[in-house]
């Protein structure tokens, strides 16, 4: 397979103005080389014109005046003598010459004109005539030219390519400012942004849309840092609770219903841990940009209601009822939707007043979009707050409270479903009420995926 050459901009650039200089001078001395040839065409043309017309006057004169019989061209010889790039041929009717002038021009050299002249030196009062001119002096002419021009275009190429190479060089420093900056970023130093006061205006929007992805890298190089420190945080507790505990139980002897309370213990927080895994593992593979398996439910609203007879013991203890409103259908992903409507009633059940009650909105969209929105009472959630609930172990309590078992990827999970389900997540709160949901995309009919 070729190689494909990867030329660099300055040399593109340069390569680029060389042929469109080279091109230019050759269109610009073509033209003036072929309007110069048909310049000295048409003044040959008309010269020779001109001398047909004198060629007539001077047999016209001889005729009317005295005639001796036996030198009617005397005149023309005189005339034609000075001239050694003009010939002339006369002829008769039936082609035989009766005038050639001493020197007759070869027709290779020669641009000629045929014409007809009415004299009564002819039996049939009619003769016909070539004059020619001698055009080596307009070829050479023309090959002098032709050599200025060239000579010209090649030296206007020089000039041109190696003035632009300078002109080229001084324009592409900006951009070598710009690289030089580039190659000073890493992970180190994420906060940095490129400098555009020395940029050219062309550039300046790119440089400010570099900046705003380098922001938005920063973010999520800093989410994924803490995400880093809140997983060990979570992984660390239960471990070392575990160790420790396992240790204690180590030191002496105990019964065997001793040993089985505990390892019953160990093996809730194992569980727990268990789960935590699992869940990071799904949020990396929608990372990857797993989809939803999307099944026909013609009913979305006993879906959720069968996962709220899951969460009726819970809602009970917190003193909660709910009530669910609307319904839609379309092509879901069954298991991932109850896990999403799943994780928001656990969210409202731990922030709803108690004796309250939630309602769990199901509303059809425009655009084949259907929403699921849980809306509980309680209190606000500050604005600050609000824009990141759905970020991974983010947690409203800054006190962890409930760490044991909610480990703050509920409403992650939430946002990945939607985002399997090509959706979009959704958060509100004021003084009264908290609404947090998502919206899926339904495809009520499949062939429009």
Known sequence: MKKRVNWSLEQRQWLGLAVLTLFGLILVSLVVYFLTASHLSTRRHASLVNMTGLVDHLLQEKTEGVFDGHSPFDRLNDHFSGHSDLSLILFLENGQPIFKTKHIIPEAKAASLD????????ATGKLHGRISQDKEADAQLLKHLLLTLAGGSLLGVLVFAFGGLVLIRRGVRPVQHLMTQIQSLDAANLQQRLDDSRQPAELQPLVHQFNQLLQRIEKAYRQLEGFNADVAHELNTPLATLITSTEVALRKQRDAQTLVEIMGSHLEDLQRMSGMIKDMLFLAQVDRGAKARRNPVSSMKQVVSSVAEYHEAALAEAGLSIVIDGDGSGQFDVPLIKRAV?????????????????????LQQPDEMLGITTVNQGIRIAPEQLSKIFDRMYRVEASRTESETHHGLGLSIVAAVARMHDGLIFAASDENQTEIGFSVRAYTDMSQR
Request: hydrophobic letters at 50%.
């Open 342 to 362: 799943s994780n928001l009633l656990g969210n409202a059940t731990r922030y709803a007043a108690r004796n309250s009650i939630i309602m769990v909105k199901i």
């Open 115 to 122: 014409f007809e002249i009415h004299t009564p030196l002819a």
